[in-house]
């Protein structure tokens, strides 16, 4: 895995300079097009991690650089604000997360196909590491990757298992329900008869 990056130069910090001379919104287009962040998000946290302590992000140092830091960024930020930012990508990734993980256990997807989505969306994840220059062993990534296949491989074959004991759940009350109602009609009837008897007395 990349170090935190500990220069206090920011014209020393390279990264993102693979998208030097875009503008934000372009940068924003492109991510909105195959993420749920924002160019903001994406620079901001990438930065946070980057510039992590022992106590923390450096809030105010990445807030006060940004521009320089960043090249689509265009302003400074406080650090309510840096710290914003850092929160949302988070709140973000977990909504992703849910999503996802909600489409795997309900049966959406066979697990060959997950396998297929797993690598598609890898895909996307790769390239955006590549455009900021964040570096990746190649074994860690083999690791990572092979780490969320299996266990998303367990969690579509548990759901199918799952959805399968709760459809012959609801099949055993439904038949209950239809044998009850089926035993109750003859007493209905029953009754309905002794009724009209009694009225031919009167």
Excluded at 86 to 108: D, E, I, P, Q
Excluded at 110 to 121: G, I, Y
Aim: hydrophobic share 35%; glycine share 4%.
């Amino acid at each position: 895995m990349a170090t935190p990056f500990r220069s206090r130069d920011p014209t020393k910090y390279h990264k993102f300079r693979k998208v030097d001379g875009a503008s934000y919104q372009q940068v924003n287009q492109f991510l909105r097009k195959r993420t749920f962040i924002t160019a903001r998000e994406w620079a901001i946290s990438r930065l946070c991690a980057d510039f992590q302590t022992s106590s923390g992000a450096e809030m105010t140092y990445i807030g006060k650089n940004l521009p320089e830091l960043v090249p689509f960024m265009t302003g400074t930020y406080t650090p309510q604000a840096v710290n914003q930012a850092r929160s949302s990508f988070k709140k973000k990734v977990s909504k992703a997360g849910a999503t996802f993980l909600y489409g795997a256990m309900c049966g959406f997807y066979t697990p060959e196909e997950l396998d297929d989505l797993l690598f598609e969306v890898s895909e996307v994840a790769r390239f955006l590491m590549e455009i900021e220059s964040t570096s990746i062993d190649v074994d860690d990534e083999i690791e990572v990757e092979d780490r969320v296949t299996e266990v998303m491989r367990h969690v579509a074959l548990a759901s199918s298992r799952l959805l399968k004991i709760r459809e012959d759940q609801l099949k055993e009350k439904q038949e209950k329900r239809r044998k009850k109602d089926s035993e109750a009609e003859p007493e209905e009837e029953t009754g309905l008869q002794s009724e009209t008897q009694e009225d031919a007395y009167d």
